[in-house]
């Protein structure tokens, strides 16, 4: 195996996992619109899974937030999105090293990579050599048989245990702002 895991950036514009996502799985940076009609639609034909004790919301007021275009999106979002495309979305947080795998125990074949770094996600590629262009970029890994992707599993985390060594993240729970007008100092994003 040649090459190496690389940090595809996608822009800061609050859609960045839906572009990551698409990027993954399409090779295409402007899936946005298109994802949160699907996860809307998923989320509005089974109002009994998707209901307000799961969605912090009711379900027709988070159909319309998550097409809002300044609006986020996290962990429900990533697991309906494994299940739409058939594959398993590793999420790794640079800040804790910590992987989520949306779409375990579906017996899914193929899973892509993303990272998040408190308050982005970018996609993660398998680049042929540095400086390669996206084009060349391998997105969708093989599950193996003991449920990994093998040695791109092992560089993935290399790449994100680096960024967290470089503080490429962003603690939401203990950051510090000063307000400039009031001059009075918050912690966290609570």
Not at 110 to 123: F, T, W
């Amino acid at each position: 195996m040649e090459g190496s895991i690389v940090r595809r950036v996608i822009p800061s514009d609050n859609s960045c996992l839906f572009n990551a996502v698409g990027y993954v799985m399409d090779h295409d940076k402007n899936k946005a619109s298109e994802l949160r009609q699907v996860i809307a639609a998923t989320v509005a034909s089974d109002p009994t899974k998707y209901s307000e004790a799961f969605l912090g919301k009711p379900n027709e007021e988070y159909v319309s937030w998550i097409l809002n275009p300044e609006k986020w999106g996290g962990a429900i979002e990533l697991s309906i999105l494994a299940d739409y495309y058939g594959r398993e979305i590793a999420a790794y947080d640079i800040q804790t090293t910590r992987c989520d795998l949306y779409g375990q125990g579906k017996s899914y074949s193929e899973r892509v990579m993303l990272i998040y770094d408190g308050l982005h996600y970018d996609a993660l590629a398998m680049s042929p050599a540095d400086g390669a262009p996206e084009e060349f970029d391998q997105t969708i890994f093989v599950v193996n048989h003991d449920r990994t992707i093998g040695a791109y599993e092992s560089l993935a985390l290399n790449l994100v245990k680096d960024q967290q060594r470089k503080r490429s993240y962003t603690d939401t729970a203990n950051f510090t702002l000063r307000c400039g007008v009031c001059q009075i100092g918050v912690i966290g994003q609570k």
